[in-house]
């Protein structure tokens, strides 16, 4: 176990799918030669297939206390880099627009905005996703170089350059399907929580670059973290796919939304415009009681009372959302 573990808390009902985090990481960590496919932080529709394509459904994780890894995604799970004639298509306007080739059948955002049905209703929201930076992470326990390790000051989870043989035993037992194959190195590569930012007591990149503050950063272990608050004390937001046995250190507060009919005298729960067993299905059973919780909240608000949950998610500025703390680190040097 880390001393300390650094955590995201993501606040899905603010998110605007503009992908400015996504940029931001890709900028900043997965712009060299072999990562054009790679998105170390994507931003997909839900419901939807996700990227990699369907990576939810193709197994990883932990059942039992037993690794359960699953088949490699292929590239066309991922979907290829392409390039576009960016001269045709937005300075001359004058031709048809002509397609990479081949034709490309999946990549990431592939399905944006599609959703699915509710009944006769349209309904999708947007779930930005990163490494979890597992407590029990698959992917160190599947690897035979031990080039992935949990760093022991913060609990990030990282991928030492040097002893990975891209042998991609990671890959198949990550359920997130976030660590990628690099065919130009050989080697697999993650998202490491922008720790070069954090130990200069700098946010990350996707965080700091999010025009929908709904990211929030902290240690889970300090009392004064938005995280602590949101994932212990107030207990309003939850892993992904908990029953995969990681224990992820990336949290959701899941999507709350007015009943779907406009009919204010119902509970969400009653008239859900988000299906509840799809939920379900992202954040497990708890899910229920964390709407629930989330509903009295704001019902209580509307009542002119005062709820320290929802002050905390509006989030208004850089110290409510971030508390990077150097100095409660010890930095192995």
Not at 118 to 142: M, Q, S, V, W
Not at 181 to 210: D, H, M
Not at 228 to 250: C, D, M, S, Y
Request: proline fraction near 8%; hydrophobic fraction near 30%.
């Amino acid at each position: 176990m880390s001393k300390h573990q650094y955590a995201m808390v993501m606040d899905l009902n603010k998110c605007l799918g503009c992908q400015t985090c996504t940029i931001a990481c890709k900028k900043l960590w997965t712009d060299r030669d072999g990562t054009g496919y790679m998105y170390w932080n994507n931003v997909e529709t839900r419901p939807g297939m996700g990227y990699p394509r369907q990576w939810d459904r193709i197994g990883g994780g932990w059942k039992n206390g037993q690794l359960q890894p699953s088949p490699l995604p292929t590239m066309d799970d991922y979907g290829h880099a392409w390039e576009f004639n960016y001269e045709q298509r937005l300075y001359e306007g004058k031709k048809k627009p002509v397609m990479p080739s081949p034709t490309p059948t999946s990549g990431v955002n592939w399905d944006e905005d599609v959703g699915g049905m509710n009944g006769e209703e349209n309904y999708y929201f947007y779930l930005p996703r990163i490494c979890n930076h597992c407590t029990y992470p698959a992917c160190l326990e599947a690897c035979p170089r031990k080039a992935i390790y949990k760093r022991d000051e913060d609990g990030i989870v990282v991928l030492d350059q040097e002893r990975c043989q891209g042998y991609r035993y990671c890959i198949k037992a990550c359920p997130y399907k976030k660590i990628y194959y690099n065919e130009v190195t050989g080697k697999s590569e993650k998202c490491i929580f922008c720790y070069p930012r954090l130990e200069k007591g700098e946010v990350n990149a996707c965080a700091a670059q999010c025009p929908g503050r709904l990211r929030f950063v902290g240690l889970l272990d300090d009392p004064e973290s938005p995280v602590h608050k949101l994932v212990l004390v107030h207990r309003a937001a939850l892993p992904l796919f908990p029953e995969k046995g990681t224990q992820p250190n990336v949290f959701y507060v899941p999507p709350f939304n007015p009943p779907k009919r406009g009919s204010y005298d119902k509970s969400i729960l009653e008239d859900p415009r988000l299906p509840l067993d799809y939920l379900i299905y992202l954040f497990g059973p708890e899910v229920r009681d964390v709407i629930t919780r989330l509903e009295a909240e704001l019902k209580s608000a509307q009542r002119g009372g005062r709820s320290e949950l929802l002050q905390l998610l509006i989030g208004r500025d850089a110290e409510t959302r971030y508390r990077i703390k150097p100095e409660l680190v010890q930095i192995k040097l």
